[in-house]
């Protein structure tokens, strides 16, 4: 059949996102390294995904009608995909976003008409003015509302069950040995590596987590203190448990600073031209962490959750690396930071 390439509306093009080989990785690690690139869903980013398919959910559980408002506590590319879908469904839709979102991310949230709630990144998860708590008080205060609640919602990881691991098992032809993924709700690492584990339970999957979430140590442990450092990271690391996320399928959590995730995202860019997000500056930087566990004729695939122009204001300004002492300013000592990340 002739292929128009033409669709019925913006959401028909979630999904089936593209692979791409990163040529300097697979020279290192002597074995090829794809990235899947979650930029290239409509709402450019992975999370179009889970919006969507928790939103459809919804519709056929009778949980939201037509006029209902949609409510989500998301760090913004949730937001982003919520919005949008709720732009071409008719909803109307309340995020609130922690005040460490990017201002870029924000303005695209108010760009498709939804309303911004900004609550403090600092505050514990149960408190009540954490982005959570915020969003729940909304959803019991406004009529014909629904709160997706992408943390505890299963339809979460059903989504990535159901199309990325899917998708990442045809691409690799059944070849991939490892799979490397950032985790927050954990969503995206825990139903894509289920099915993948579900087709070869040799696969490794590794989760990526920042140094002020209590993911990696729950998973070492069974239990968790809340770590003392921060994080600027968007997308990677936790405060809480979500319900998203399945231990049981995770080989290790890999544990990535800041200032190496942004190295990464900006080697990246400039070697093998790929402008990516934060997240997926750390998902490398984690990469290059577990090299010494990959062989020839392993296939490995990352995943990248968005693209960099969401970051502009942050691993993109050198002001920013600057004033977070990621670097002191001149150029030359940028380039021996990204160099350190990639082969310490
Ligand atoms: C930029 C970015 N990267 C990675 C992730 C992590 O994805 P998940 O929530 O499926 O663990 C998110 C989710 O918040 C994100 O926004």
Known sequence: MKHLNRYDNILDLIGKTPMVKLRKMSEYAQTPVYAKMECFNPGQSVKDRIAYHMI????????????????????GNTGFSIAMISAMKGYKCILTVKDKASEDKIKMIKALGAEVVRCPSSVPGDHPDSYYSRAIQLSES????????????????????????????????????????????GGTLSGAG??????????????VDSE????????????YTMPTKSSSLEGVGKNIIPANVNFDII?????????DSSMAARYLARTEGIMAGFSSGAVLAALWQIRSHINPGDFLVVLFPDHGSRYLTKIYD??????????NGSKAEETIAEKKVIRH
């Open 318 to 327: 050198p002001e920013w690396l600057k004033s977070m002492g990621f670097l």
């Open 251 to 259: 080989d290790k959590f890999i544990r990535v600073s800041d200032r």
């Open 142 to 185: 406004i009529p014909n509302s629904y709160y997706l609640n992408q943390n505890y919602d299963k339809g979460n990881s059903e989504a990535h069950y159901l199309t990325t691991g899917p998708e990442i098992w045809e691409q690799s032809e059944g070849r991939i040995t490892h799979f490397v993924a950032s985790a927050s709700t």
């Open 194 to 207: 289920k099915f993948l584990k579900e087709r070869n339970e040799g696969i490794q999957i590794y989760g």
């Open 56 to 75: 459809n959910r919804a519709e056929m559980d009778g949980k939201l009608r037509p006029g209902s408002t949609i409510i989500e506590a998301t760090s």
């Open 212 to 223: 002020a979430s209590i993911l990696k140590q729950y998973h070492e442990t069974g239990t």
